[in-house]
Nanobody, 114 residues
Framework: QAKLVESGGGLVQPGGSLRLSCAAAGSTFSMTAMSWYRQAPGQQRELVASISASGSSTNDADSVKGRFTIFRDNAMSTVYLQMNSLKPEDTAVYYC???????WGQGTQVTVSS
């Protein structure tokens, strides 16, 4: 059965960086687009970034453009989210999402605070 497992969240100061990872098991990872979403307390889940199956095409939300980068390693069945210049408003639970299977990971908490 397919499964997504996120890691890499934590507490970071404003201006800092984190890299999130999402490892996929039991699926044809290299054939599906992947996305990262986030959900802050009391808010709806929002799309942060998406990447095509090959990794050649990406899309980012306006709120993270120039700061976050999505990339993938199909040999490792892993998608990443590199987050730089973090702001307090980036605080949320971050989820990876496999589009082809409508499959969500369990989420990883990112907290940006001094």
């Amino acid at each position: 059965q397919a499964k997504l497992v996120e890691s890499g969240g934590g507490l970071v100061q404003p201006g800092g960086s984190l890299r999130l990872s999402c490892a996929a098991a039991g699926s044809t990872f290299s054939m599906t687009a992947m996305s990262w979403y986030r959900q802050a307390p009391g808010q709806q889940r929002e799309l942060v970034a998406s990447i095509s199956a090959s990794g050649s095409s990406t899309n980012d939300a306006d709120s993270v453009k120039g700061r976050f980068t999505i990339f993938r390693d199909n040999a490792m069945s892993t998608v990443y989210l590199q987050m730089n210049s973090l702001k307090p408003e980036d605080t949320a639970v971050y989820y990876c999402y496999m589009i082809s299977l409508n499959l969500w990971g369990q989420g990883t908490q990112v907290t940006v605070s001094s």
